[in-house]
């Protein structure tokens, strides 16, 4: 496998973010380091391979897991191998052991499996409101990846997250289509930022069990107004992406929402609120290798 190793990691004390590919996100919030969804092994080329659909990274990953930092949380939407990898997850916990991870309640067994048994794993559904670790406000938001699905006891088996850590509202609706409710929740939670995925489905893809996401014309009226939209969930496997000129063209027509095409492991700077309340974000290639 491919690594880059050269990620700009925001410092502890600015706010920032770095986009892991896929839907994987470092936050820094200038108080919290979250770690989304992380996926930074080849498991599934090995896992398909010889399969219809070619798994090779189109990118390579951004760093080896060993020179991830320190977070203080870990969030995982779901328990797709591509969001709950275990040759990433099970060497992030033997390395950080004492640090907490945050999974669907009904996905918990299959979280301990791939995580650690002893691991420290929350289990938590949707429409609640958390606080995992001191200063950190986790808003739980159901997702529909395709569908709205639920395990035997009713609870959701894809699920988002709102984050709410020294000011900044960050939302990461995990894998989801538009779908009711939806959007009153976001606005309700009033994100300064939406990381969106934006590869679409169709109905090909879903044949071949492969559930699909918004599309990027669906992200962007979900996120509208919105100061910042960044879309995600593309660019890592062949069958299942969007050209990045399309967001690049979006970009440039939005005038709704900041829409930042992200490159992987390149530092994403939160610049303060402007004279309209409106905060940006920008990529910069500079940061702190900490």
Known sequence: MRIENDVCWPSASSAGLVWLGQAGFWIETGQHRILVDPYLSDSLEQKYKGGLNDYHRMMPAPCRIEDVPRPDIILI????????????LAPLYARYPDVPFVVPISKLEEAQSRIGKSAKIIGSGADETIT???????????AAHEDRTYDNNGHDVFLGFGI?????????PGDTIP????FERIRKFAPDIALLPVNGRNKTRLEQGIPGNMSLAE???????????????WGMFSF???????????????????????VCGKLLRIHPA??????????DGSGSQT
């Open 132 to 142: 995992p670790i001191d200063g950190l406000t986790l808003t739980v938001f159901p």
């Open 77 to 88: 939407t779901h328990a797709h191998t591509d969001h709950m990898d275990p040759d990433t």
């Open 219 to 233: 992200a962007i009226d979900l996120g509208r107004n919105i100061p910042v939209i960044i879309p995600h969930h």
């Open 240 to 262: 299942n992406t969007i050209d990045p000129e399309l967001i690049v063209a979006a970009a440039n027509e939005c005038t709704t929402s900041q829409i930042v095409l992200p």
């Open 179 to 182: 779908f009711p409710g939806l």
């Open 274 to 283: 402007d004279a309209e309340n409106r905060l940006r974000v920008s990529v």
């Open 164 to 172: 709410e850590s020294a000011g900044l509202r960050i939302l990461h």
